[in-house]
């Protein structure tokens, strides 16, 4: 049977008389991407606060590598990683100054830490700033230097809270490549609200909304929630709204533009053929058809059963 590297069990928390999260039961065995998701308020940051041991909760238990976060913080912490979404830094310092800080304060042993510094360094690529003033990285390499900071002790479980808010397209991919070489030695539990960035990322996901988890399971699994249901269409002639109702599988109509429509159906069953076909006989004169997927928004209140505007 497999260790748990993290094993969180009927976790629940109240801040006064409101629960925040309620029954939240996670068990992590292997190394990978695990998405942590859920919409503002869901409980999800609280989960994260308390597994990173920032909050104690009101029940339940969180156990790092066998560890109880409960009974045992400062054991159970050295298997920890964290890197907050303002990513905890000394601008002050220079980047060897800063990550030799970090490891003392992540209990390593004096005569490792050097080696720990220039293991961690050189896994988020920033060996060349070793003398550079934090304060003067470019934000996508501040954002190496917090994840170097999460993994300087060498932890078997790291959590990344939004890690790439606020980067450049090509910082996300590389930040993105960066999570994903982490996740090769240790588990790694990615928190972000953006679509592709779970896609392109995760091997597991976790969902929790309005205090409870309503998904867990493998990327495949997720995906089935996230097939196309509407097309937008770009027509040179377009037709009334009535005429695009009329096209089998089509249950309703956005008008974009003049010459812009969101289409939503109800079945995958070549409805793009049909819209096609539709325009040819009517001399539409489609000039783009593109099909959109559900917005994490609506994949929140279709597992959580709620309703949308």
Known sequence: MEESIVKVEHLSHRYSI???????????????IYGLLGSNGAGKSTT????????????????IKGVSLRDNP???????????????????????????????????EPKHI?????????????????????????????????????????????VLDEPTNGLDPNQIVEIRNLVKEIAVDRAVMLSTHILPEVQMTCDQIRMIESGHMVFAGTMDEFNNYIK????????????????????????????LTNKRFRLHFDT???ISERVIEA???????????????????????????????
């Not at 510094?117 to 501040?142: P, T, W």
């Not at 783009?288 to 597992?303: C, Q, T």
Request: proline content about 5%; charged content about 25%.
């Open 268 to 270: 995958m069953d070549a």
């Open 114 to 158: 050097k080696a720990a510094v220039e293991k961690a360094k050189d896994k988020c690529g920033i060996m060349h700033f070793s003398k550079r003033l934090v304060r003067n990285l470019s934000g996508g390499y501040q954002q190496r230097l917090g994840i170097a900071q999460a993994i300087v002790h060498d932890p078997k479980f790291v």
């Open 48 to 63: 994260m606060n308390i597994i990173c041991g920032v909050l104690k909760q009101t029940k339940g238990e969180v156990y």
């Open 74 to 108: 400062v054991e159970a912490k050295k298997h920890i990683g964290f890197l907050p979404q303002k990513p905890p830094l000394h601008l002050d310092l220079n980047v060897d100054e800063y990550l030799t800080h970090c490891a003392y304060l992540r209990s390593v």
């Open 228 to 255: 196309p249901d509407s097309l937008v269409v770009l027509m040179d002639a377009p037709p009334s709204e009535n005429e695009l109702r009329a096209i089998p599988g089509i249950v309703s109509v956005e008008n």
């Open 279 to 309: 325009s040819v006989a009517n001399g539409w004169h489609l000039q783009e058809i593109n099909m959109e997927k559900s917005s994490l928004d609506v994949i929140f209140a279709k597992l959580s059963g709620k309703k949308i505007n």
């Open 18 to 32: 409101q629960w925040a999260i309620r029954d939240i039961n996670i068990e992590i065995t292997r190394n990978g």
